[in-house]
T-cell receptor, first 113, second 112 residues
């Protein structure tokens, strides 16, 4: 789910299939994780979050999985729709309220008709 | 509840000028964070304000500054604009009970 420079990794998924977007986070002390969706021309939109005392959390059509052992986070989108086309960012934060949120570089999700 | 609002939405400036961007957080949110988003660098944290005090700061030069007012509205200022300051500037707010940040639509700044 992270990228370097101008070229975001792109995931192309057939409409109706499930999408899995991955993210490797950097800080083993991070205990709060968020997924954001950013559509073209808009600010990032909160999708779902998870705390480190959980390894799975489900929302509407979305599931976040957390593997603390390998510092890996994934976002699963069920029955992908054209409206899911966007850039998806993972973000991490350490529990100390004074710490800032650190964002990954994002993954572009492209829906194939 | 109204979301985070940012003004202006679009701005064109020339090198050397200065600019002030405004952000109104969600009602009841006292923390406001600012980010710069560019294709090359992604989302980069500028600073965070809480109760009119800067609580965190990213790695940006002193030309970038901000402030927060007693009603939690925030402004950021960039002086002596450079071409590389062209970006989408995003503001996000959060409250004491959650770490979740809610973003505004951003201000698209173009420096010519």
């Amino acid at each position: 789910g992270e990228s370097v420079g101008l070229h975001l990794p792109t995931l192309s998924v057939q409409e109706g299939d499930n999408s899995i977007i991955n993210c490797a986070y950097s800080n083993s002390a991070s205990d709060y994780f968020i997924w954001y969706k950013q559509e073209s021309g808009k600010g990032p939109q909160f999708i779902i979050d998870i705390r480190s005392n959980m390894d799975k959390r489900q929302g509407q059509r979305v599931t976040v999985l957390l593997n603390k052992t390998v510092k890996h986070l994934s976002l699963q989108i069920a029955a992908t729709q054209p409206g899911d086309s966007a850039v998806y960012f993972c973000a991490e934060k350490v529990g100390n309220r004074d710490d800032k949120i650190i964002f990954g570089k994002g993954t572009r999700l492209h829906i194939l008709p | 509840k109204a979301g985070v609002t940012q003004t202006p939405r679009y701005l064109i400036k020339t090198r050397g000028q200065q600019v002030t961007l405004s952000c109104s957080p969600i009602s009841g949110h006292r923390s406001v964070s600012w980010y710069q988003q560019t294709p090359g660098q992604g989302l980069q944290f500028l600073f965070e304000y809480f109760s009119e005090t800067q609580r965190n700061k990213g790695n940006f030069p002193g030309r970038f500054s901000g402030r927060q007012f007693s009603n939690s509205r925030s402004e950021m200022n960039v002086s002596t604009l450079e071409l590389g300051d062209s970006a989408l500037y995003l503001c996000a707010s959060s409250n004491l009970n959650t770490d979740t940040q809610y973003f505004g639509p951003g201000t698209r700044l173009t420096v010519l």
